[in-house]
């Protein structure tokens, strides 16, 4: 489950460098993204002479760039709608699960007793690849949308709830003391300390079920959407439009991208107090 | 009020853990507003003696009370300060300290847990840092709001555990003064029950020296503390008196060590 990498960078890394002259500060950073830049540009430049060289134009399987950009501009309205219909699948789907995986990961974690009943359970479930729900939803599910936001549910669900579980498990032994010494427990014990002690788990897990999230969204899609991401490019496949499919894909790399990294940022916010 | 009434009472308290014996037929009685200090090698189970006082562990045999009644799990009336900073890092030293006030006076309003909160936190010499949190602070001052926290559950009873450990000697003398400030001037009078492997800070500190020998942790010397206060350190240090108890202390200990020795 924790297999798909997350864009987790080290915290406060910025607070690491040592103030630099602000003419030396913009060359260090040019300098520090040197090979970031340099893999874009090779990137780039294979794509550009691919299409334009290797692959002729009897062959529109890889388009152009200019194309792909001609054909991003003309689709920006569609795309647009389609974003809009997709994050009305997604975000209660992922809001649901994160509230519902944090609630129970944290109370699971914190109960010995309730870990052996439903660890078990867990192990089983949380690996099945939550797209092979995507047909048996589609079938069961009254609508396209409920059976979509049903499986970014699923999906998003296990990674959180396993690791605001493991959060808890993992609390510190100082910070369990102390809260005994204060008396605090139940309700106020979760919420003033478990919870604050397992959000760096719970990230973790969030940006895992994000990306799941996404994945599964597009993939729904695929099969039974009238509109969205997902919906786009296959739709432009069935008509061979490849600048629209590439288009597509890459305007839905930049939405899950944005995505993720307004994620980490609420992130790096939440847990500012972490050395 | 009698001495009965009020006081720590141990009757022998025996641990152990994983079939070790931590803890030996441990019997201890404290009188209301004494300042004991428990000495012993490190490892010698004077921590876990401190946890049974709070609570946080049980006897395997014998009986703990405080104020006659049986110690049975956590309690308000009895605030403890551990070595490692046990402030909660996501909250403000104020959010920290006002969690305290709010369960020793569930009645206060917010405002009034957050005033007083910044009452203890004046106390301990935090004015500078109180909307601070604890990554920003130092271990001294990390645990100078531990100690408000602790003061701040209004506690009548104070479990220290070698909360000075881990700071340089400078702040350790500081807090040490502090904690003497807070004791001498509280009213009424509370006990504290101090962990320390120093000898030097338990005959600082201490109306009384109980030491425990090793593996396991038995009472092998139990010594009062004459020192007039308020001590002063460079005179104490120097006097022929507690030099005589430093003596008597180190042989204490040196012959627990020998006897260990010889079962082994």
């Avoid at chain 1, 649901?96 to 870990?115: C, E, F, K, M, N």
């Avoid at chain 1, 490849?242 to 839905?252: D, E, F, N, Q, S």
């Avoid at chain 2, 403000?92 to 006076?105: G, H, P, Q, Y």
């Amino acid at each position: 489950m924790t297999s798909v990498t997350t864009s987790l960078e080290p915290l406060a890394a910025d607070s690491t460098i040592p103030p630099a002259p602000r003419l030396g500060k913009t060359l260090v950073a040019i300098w520090q993204w040197r090979d970031a830049a340099l893999v874009w540009i090779v990137l780039f430049a294979a794509w550009y002479s691919t299409s334009h060289f290797v692959v002729t134009s009897a062959n529109p399987l890889l388009p152009t760039p200019e194309k792909v950009a001609e054909a991003l501009l003309a689709s920006l309205p569609e795309l647009w709608k389609g974003t809009l219909s997709s994050f009305t699948i997604l975000v209660p789907g992922f809001l649901a699960a994160t509230l519902l995986g944090i609630a129970s990961g944290l109370v699971v974690g914190t109960s010995p007793r309730l870990q052996r009943a439903f660890f078990p359970f867990a192990r089983v479930a949380a690996p099945i690849p939550p797209t092979v729900y995507v047909p048996y939803a589609i079938a069961v599910l009254p609508t396209f949308h409920l059976s979509a936001m049903f499986v970014v549910f699923i999906g998003a669900f296990w990674p959180v709830f396993q690791n605001a579980a493991a959060g808890a498990h993992a609390l510190e032994a100082r910070h369990r003391d102390a809260a005994r010494i204060l008396g605090l427990s139940g309700l106020e014990y979760h919420w003033r300390v478990v919870f604050p002690a397992a959000l760096p788990h719970i990230f973790s897990g969030m940006a895992v079920g994000l990306a799941f999230s996404f994945i599964l969204l597009t993939v729904a899609e695929l099969f039974g959407a009238n509109a969205g991401l997902g919906r786009f490019v296959q739709y432009y496949a069935d008509f061979a439009d490849y600048p629209r499919m590439v288009a597509g894909i890459l305007y839905t790399g930049l939405v899950t991208f944005l995505a993720m990294t307004l994620l980490d940022r609420i992130r790096r916010r939440a847990l500012f107090w972490l050395r | 009020m009698t001495a009965i009434l009020s006081s720590l009472s141990l009757r022998d308290v025996s641990f152990s853990y994983g079939g070790t014996s931590i803890l030996d037929r441990i019997t201890l009685d404290i009188p209301q507003g004494q300042f004991v200090t428990l000495l012993g090698a490190s490892g010698s189970g004077k921590s876990t003696l401190l946890r049974l006082l709070a609570g946080l562990a049980e006897p395997r045999e014998g009986e703990l009370r405080w104020q006659n009644q049986p110690i049975k799990g956590p309690g308000l009336d009895r605030g403890v300060v551990f070595q490692d900073y046990s402030l909660f890092p996501w909250m403000s030293l104020i959010d920290n300290v006002a969690l305290a006030v709010a369960k020793a006076k569930p009645a206060s309003s917010r405002v009034q847990r957050r005033d007083e909160a910044i009452d203890y936190l004046r106390k301990v010499g935090l004015d500078a840092a109180l909307a601070k949190y604890p990554f920003e602070l130092s271990g001294g001052m990390q645990q100078r709001a531990a100690i408000a926290r602790a003061l701040a559950l209004g506690s009548p009873l104070l479990l220290m555990d070698e909360p000075f450990g881990a700071l340089d000697p400078v702040n350790r003398a500081r807090l040490q003064d502090l904690v003497l400030d807070i004791w001498e001037t509280a009213l009424p009078k509370k006990t504290i029950v101090f962990v320390t492997h120093d000898v030097d800070e338990a005959l600082y500190l201490g109306d009384r020296v109980v030491i425990l020998g090793a593996s396991p942790a038995r009472v092998i010397a139990d010594l009062p503390v004459g020192f007039v206060r308020r001590r002063d350190r460079q005179s104490l240090y120097h006097s022929a008196d507690f030099h005589a108890l430093r003596e008597q202390i180190a042989e204490a200990l040196n012959a627990d060590t020998l006897q260990l020795l010889k079962a082994a």
